[in-house]
């Protein structure tokens, strides 16, 4: 059946097809918060973070590649990066987010159930170890009266990418958005020519939307934007799917995967 023969079209006096009517009174802005998986712990940026992000994403030494579909560059120096990481850390749109290690569970506050997943105050998130920061990404192009938000400035390091980890830190964010927050509408926007971006998109539920040809210049090149969105009418079925797939009995003893997320 097409848009155009669906029962359940609605038509104004004029004949002509509108949309479902609804009562939405607007999304809650999003605010530092931090979330806590089984296997990672997302964080709010915090000024003592900044020489991890610094040794392990930033800095001259660190995997420059990572940075080939994204806005950031390396910095030569660590003093050359200070008031980029203030902006960041002082930022409500993007908001950013530390993408960190799950802490042993002497380290967790009093009070969070060991394996359970959980918001927990402002403040727990401080990297003691460098090495313990994973990856970081953001909330921004946020449009809280009308229920649109989008996950961008995604950068893992080589240890995140493909993980169990990295799959967790964006299920916990999607559910932030739609259950917490009271969204609409979950976007994810990549360069093109980033086929692993495109793929995790699909992977966690995101569907294409199309591509926006010419949309930016970066980096002294042009950029084909490919969009790709989840809705909350989605997203019941797209949290069963992750959680499936993220269950304890989905790994064997040395953390592979039984079943692909795929076939959840």
């Given at each position: 059946m097409t848009r155009k023969e669906d029962a359940d079209m609605r038509f104004n006096e004029f004949g002509q097809p509108i949309g479902e009517a609804v009562s939405y009174t607007g999304a809650r802005l999003p605010e530092p918060v931090s979330l806590v998986g089984r296997t990672v712990l997302v964080a709010p940026l915090d000024a003592w973070q900044k020489r991890a992000f610094y040794?392990?994403?930033?800095?001259?030494?660190?995997?420059?590649?990572?940075?080939?579909?994204?806005?950031?560059?390396?910095?030569?120096?660590?003093?050359?990066?200070?008031?980029?990481?203030?902006?960041?850390?002082?930022?409500?749109?993007?908001?950013?987010?530390?993408?960190?290690?799950?802490?042993?569970?002497?380290?967790?506050?009093?009070?969070?159930?060991?394996?359970?997943?959980s918001l927990v105050p402002q403040g727990w998130g401080l990297v003691r170890d460098s090495s313990n920061l994973l990856g970081m990404y953001a909330l921004m192009r946020i449009r809280a009266d009308m229920?649109?938000?989008?996950?961008?400035?995604?950068?893992?390091?080589?240890e995140?990418?493909?993980?169990?980890?990295?799959?967790?830190?964006?299920?916990?964010?999607?559910?932030?958005?739609?259950?917490?927050?009271?969204?609409?509408?979950?976007?994810?926007?990549?360069?093109?020519?980033?086929?692993?971006?495109?793929?995790?998109?699909?992977?966690?539920?995101?569907?294409?939307e199309g591509?926006?040809?010419?949309?930016m210049v970066y980096k002294g090149r042009s950029r084909d934007t490919d969009w790709f969105s989840m809705t909350d009418r989605e997203w019941p079925a797209v949290k069963e799917r992750l959680e499936t797939w993220l269950d304890e009995a989905n790994f064997d003893q040395k953390g592979r995967q039984k079943r692909r997320l795929q076939d959840c």
């Amino acid at each position: 059946m097409t848009r155009k023969e669906d029962a359940d079209m609605r038509f104004n006096e004029f004949g002509q097809p509108i949309g479902e009517a609804v009562s939405y009174t607007g999304a809650r802005l999003p605010e530092p918060v931090s979330l806590v998986g089984r296997t990672v712990l997302v964080a709010p940026l915090d000024a003592w973070q900044k020489r991890a992000f610094y040794r392990r994403i930033f800095g001259p030494d660190c995997d420059e590649s990572i940075m080939t579909y994204s806005s950031h560059h390396l910095y030569p120096d660590e003093t050359a990066f200070d008031s980029e990481f203030r902006l960041m850390t002082a930022s409500r749109d993007p908001l950013f987010f530390a993408i960190l290690r799950k802490p042993d569970a002497a380290d967790r506050p009093v009070g969070l159930l060991s394996g359970g997943e959980s918001l927990v105050p402002q403040g727990w998130g401080l990297v003691r170890d460098s090495s313990n920061l994973l990856g970081m990404y953001a909330l921004m192009r946020i449009r809280a009266d009308m229920g649109s938000v989008e996950m961008g400035h995604v950068i893992y390091t080589g240890e995140l990418q493909r993980t169990r980890q990295a799959t967790e830190a964006q299920y916990l964010m999607a559910r932030h958005v739609f259950e917490n927050l009271g969204y609409r509408r979950y976007e994810w926007k990549c360069d093109s020519l980033n086929a692993p971006s495109r793929s995790a998109a699909l992977r966690l539920g995101f569907k294409a939307e199309g591509c926006f040809r010419n949309d930016m210049v970066y980096k002294g090149r042009s950029r084909d934007t490919d969009w790709f969105s989840m809705t909350d009418r989605e997203w019941p079925a797209v949290k069963e799917r992750l959680e499936t797939w993220l269950d304890e009995a989905n790994f064997d003893q040395k953390g592979r995967q039984k079943r692909r997320l795929q076939d959840c």
